[in-house]
């Protein structure tokens, strides 16, 4: 029997790509951060891959697709019958309407981009194939652009080409973010706080990734649950057994309006969801000893204005999160994990709570620049 021949992805990478790479090495196993400039990462493979599917999974992935050639200082007609080749292996002759294509470079900047567009667009006329460039200000066109003008499926293709030096890869996407449905869970639900602020489904996803949990039956738990982001996404990645919990009873009532209304957007009915009104240092009382294998949250950040007495506010949280873990170590199993957000003020001032019987496996922060609080996102392992 044939050894599987290895098939070479690459995955666009979003705004923070420690923390993309961090959520896709996660999943997929990527031990090496194979990257072309800052956003692009190859992982060759044998194992089969549904871009389509797997995309849905994962928060920090912009675009997935697969590199069908690799050319060494390729001439430009050399590049042209590459890309001919790999639009026209990706267009579906019984497809009505025009033929769109885009195409986007990563890595080195391509000199005339768009000139080889236009070539390529000319030579698809030749052949009688009625046909749109469909092309942006910048080397890369956005998931929006890409969905917009369907250039996923039988009517279109977005070709990407990764220049590395003289190496240079060609190939096409194959499933990109799905914009709509992540905005619907953010904006549209029916229960929101913006005054409290709320953690984006995006990185609800990529935490819930990172507690490397591999059964959907496995338990988990949001001590903060807000607004019920993670306990959503949760639900939505297929996991049965979600607990949320909050010391504030307006959280309790939006995460099970929230659920509700994800249990009928998407036919979710399966899931044993659980919300209670608890403060996290009484969680132990209410939760079975070493029952849970994961904790994902975003607790209380410190007041988000006028932060006059930094020391203070941090002093505050770290007893917070200390008591916190405590609480953590009780409810969980041997070698659970606990993914949660630590606040960095003004990009420097870091908190510290005392880890007691947890080991910090993962630290990745992030921010805009200006902004006040960063997002420190913390993974801890129980030990034993």
Known sequence: MSKPKKQ??????????????????????ISEKRLIGKELLLFETENEIVPENLIKKLGGIIKIGLFQEELMSPDQEELLE????????????????????????????????????????????????????VTSREAQLSSVVVTQNKLIGKKGVELVIAKNGSQVFVGRTLAVQDFKNLSKRDYGRPARDDESGMLPPKLAQIMLNLAGLTS????????????????????????????????????????????????????LERANIKIINRNVVNLAKVIKASSVDAVVCEPYLGPQRGLKNIRAVVAELEELYSLALKQFNQILKPSGRVVMIWPVFFGQERINPYLGNFAKVQSIIYGRPGQKVFREVVVLEKKG
């Open 216 to 267: 959907v039956e496995a338990t988990i738990i949001d001590p903060f649950c807000g607004s019920g982001t993670v306990v959503a996404e949760a639900m939505l990645m297929g996991f049965q057994n979600i607990i949320g919990a909050d010391v504030s009873p307006k959280a309790v009532s939006d995460t099970r309006e929230n659920v509700n209304w994800m249990r009928k957007q998407y036919g």
């Open 8 to 29: 070479l992805y690459f995955f666009v990478l979003g705004s923070n790509p420690d923390l993309s790479f961090a959520e896709v090495s996660a999943v997929l196993g």
């Open 82 to 133: 590459s890309l001919r080749k790999i639009a026209l292996k990706g267009r579906s002759a019984e497809a009505e309407g025009k033929f769109c294509f885009g195409l986007s470079v990563y890595g080195e900047a391509l000199p005339r981009q768009l000139a080889i567009g236009l070539e390529l667009k000319k030579y698809f006329r030749e052949q009688d194939i009625s046909c749109r460039f």
